[in-house]
Nanobody
Framework: QLQLAESGGGLVQPGGSLRLSCAAS????????TGWFRQAPGKEREGVSC????????YYADSVKGRFTISRDNAKNTVYLQMNSLKPGDTAVYYC???????????????????WGQGTQVTISS
């Protein structure tokens, strides 16, 4: 059974950092395009970052470029999202998602990913 589990969320002050983890079980995450999405209250779920299974290329939403970094540790079957210079606008539930489609990151939509984690809350507040 394919499962994804996010961790690492929490409450931090503006300007702080967090590292989110997305651990996979039941499948090899390296063979899946893996994305991070977020959903703030009253808003639609949006793509934040993605790492391609085919070439390891990383994709970022304009709102997080230069602040967030996605990476993969194949030995741990885990994808990370390092988030720096956090802003109150980054407050949301963060989800990781995976799909075997090599071009899922280029498509980038919620419907382009078949497997989802339960999410982890990130709150940026002073």
């Amino acid at each position: 059974q394919l499962q994804l589990a996010e961790s690492g969320g929490g409450l931090v002050q503006p300007g702080g950092s967090l590292r989110l983890s997305c651990a996979a079980s039941g499948f090899t995450l390296a063979y899946y395009s893996t994305g991070w999405f977020r959903q703030a209250p009253g808003k639609e779920r949006e793509g934040v970052s993605c790492i391609s299974s085919s070439d390891g290329a990383a994709y970022y939403a304009d709102s997080v470029k230069g602040r967030f970094t996605i990476s993969r540790d194949n030995a741990k079957n885990t994808v990370y999202l390092q988030m720096n210079s956090l802003k109150p606008g980054d407050t949301a539930v963060y989800y990781c998602a995976a799909d075997p489609t090599p071009y899922a990151c280029k498509l980038g939509g919620v419907r382009d990913f078949g497997s989802w984690g339960q999410g982890t809350q990130v709150t940026i507040s002073s």
